[in-house]
């Protein structure tokens, strides 16, 4: 009888204990995966650099991301800059490779994505340009990273890449000067162009496009009537649809070497102060 009693409790005890231990294991799973994470970015930013007296030994990819990640000049390439990675269209990218969603920073061990992919492989993966200036890190594509520190490198830019994705679109007023600050450093376009326009190394010079569109293409395209069409009937317009995807627009689809710029990338308003910006060029 005692024994029955006892064997009743202890089972009774082994029972709420189990209730217990999966009703937490789930927070303790996530406070486990949280701290790891936290180490990882943090080891992450020490391989972003900039190098400092305590940390000699980093990538330093700040030399032309800027340390921040915000973006900065590629040194010695006449203007060409290197992109912030505090980006949506980073965002955007990811979001597609997933197939509609992407909430969670990508794991040691899970497939890579692409800014994994970016990283191991260079910017041939952002634009199809084997000479682009980002260098390819990993180890086996010549570089000087391990797998692992590529890990914590892509879940450092994913932390950066999930904020920014959370934070609301900014209207952008319709004036020159904003899109002036769209063109400079809000997108990409002055690391091709050149915050002058003059354009850097073959990339094509602006300073004339709210005369006349650039026919001379460094990469010729299959569509170049269309697109002197489209400028003589409404240069806004053909703006427009150059730079949201030139490629789809004015080349079969076949790439131009420059990005599309999708609306998650460039809002409605801040490509309405941009062709304003645009227009405003003439020599
Ligand atoms: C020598 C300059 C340079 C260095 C160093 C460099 N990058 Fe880059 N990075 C670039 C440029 C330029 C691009 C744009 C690629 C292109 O358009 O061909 C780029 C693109 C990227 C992208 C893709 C951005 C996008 O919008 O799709 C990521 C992610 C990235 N770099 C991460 C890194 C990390 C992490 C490091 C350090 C391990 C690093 N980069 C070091 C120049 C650099
Ligand atoms: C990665 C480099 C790159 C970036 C970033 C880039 N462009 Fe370009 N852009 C090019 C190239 C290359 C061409 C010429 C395409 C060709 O030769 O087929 C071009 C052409 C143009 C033209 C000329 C079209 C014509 O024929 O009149 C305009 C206007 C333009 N870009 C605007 C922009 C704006 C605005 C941005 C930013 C939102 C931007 N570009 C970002 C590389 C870039």
Known sequence: MRIKTLSVVLIGAMALFTAFYWL??????????NAQLKELVA???ELFGPPTATNLNTANCAKCHGADGMGGEVPNLGGRRAPNLHS???YEKLKAQAGGAWTEIRKPGDPPDYVNLVIRY???VVSGDVHSPMPAWSIEAGGSLTINQIDALTALVETWVL??????DVQVPNTVEAGQTVFTSTSDCAGCHGADLAGVGQFPNLQNIGNAPVTELPFP??????LKADYAKDPGAFLEAWIRDSSANYNDGAPTQMPPHPQASLSDSALQAL??????QKQ
């Open 275 to 280: 062709i304003t910006f645009l227009l405003a």
């Open 88 to 90: 949506k269209s980073i």
């Open 163 to 168: 904020e920014a994705s959370k934070q609301p």
């Open 122 to 124: 260079g910017g041939v």
């Open 24 to 33: 937490t294991d789930a927070s303790r799973r996530e406070a486990t995966y």
């Open 43 to 45: 080891y992450g930013q």
């Open 221 to 226: 395209i299959s569509q170049l009537d269309k």
